[in-house]
């Protein structure tokens, strides 16, 4: 569980920077400059993911049962997952509704991600994950959306073009994940 423990640490502690810490950011990137800044960035990023990774996989090898979902909170899941994947999409797609409306569609996707997540699990390993995940993502939903009404950031508005293409790309993305991914990286296949 250290293992997790120490990713989870240095992946959402350097996703957490700029909810916390983001004049020192700002002195760090004027510092290194911004190549260098985003190498560090991504190299701590990289070995925090790695870390998640392995220690995820060890602390599965000990599970410690916390409570038992009921089996339709599992299914339940699977949406919670596809709407996930379609907000993640909107974080990239141009032009579409949920970009505008929310802002930071990838924060609410891994919140909603999170919590089906919890739902559906009871193992402490996944709670560590998910509890992890999703108390960061409410906390840097929070702090962007403040940051972006102190700037007077806008964005602009979506079109029915956009939606759709969002909802089809999130779609056949989750679908790919979720039918055959999700079994072959993580070793549990969601839909059967």
Same mark, same amino acid.
């Given at each position: 569980?250290?293992?997790?423990? *120490? ?8 996703? &957490? ?15 290194? $400059? ?10 701590? &990023? ?11 996989? /060890? ?13 339709? *909170? ?8 596809? =709407? ?21 569609? /990838? ?10 997540? *919890? *739902?559906?699990?009871? /193992? ?6 998910? $509890? ?7 906390? !840097?939903?929070? &702090?962007?959306?403040?940051? !972006? ?10 079109? /029915? ?14 679908? =790919? ?16």
């Amino acid at each position: 569980m250290a293992v997790l423990i *120490l990713g989870l640490v240095l992946f959402l502690g350097v996703h &957490s920077i700029r909810i916390f810490a983001n004049d020192w950011r700002n002195r760090q990137i004027a510092r290194l $400059g911004e190549k260098g800044w985003k190498g560090l960035y991504t190299l701590v &990023s990289i070995a925090g993911f790695a870390l998640i990774i392995w220690g995820f996989g /060890m602390a599965r090898q000990q599970p410690v049962l916390l409570y038992m979902p009921p089996m339709w *909170l599992r299914h339940l899941n699977a949406l919670f997952t596809l =709407v996930a994947f379609i907000l993640v999409v909107a974080a990239y797609a141009p032009g579409n509704h949920f970009k505008a409306r929310l802002g930071h569609p /990838m924060l609410a996707g891994v919140k909603t991600w999170a919590f089906g997540h *919890l *739902l559906a699990t009871g /193992m402490l390993h996944d709670v560590v994950l998910f $509890g992890a995940f999703l108390l960061w993502a409410v906390v !840097d939903f929070i &702090s962007a959306r403040r940051r !972006d009404r102190a700037a007077g950031v806008t964005y602009p508005a979506g079109t /029915m073009k956009g939606d759709v293409i969002v909802v089809v790309a999130g779609v056949v993305v989750w679908a =790919v994940f979720a039918f055959w991914l999700h079994g072959w990286l993580i070793g549990v296949k969601p839909m059967g």
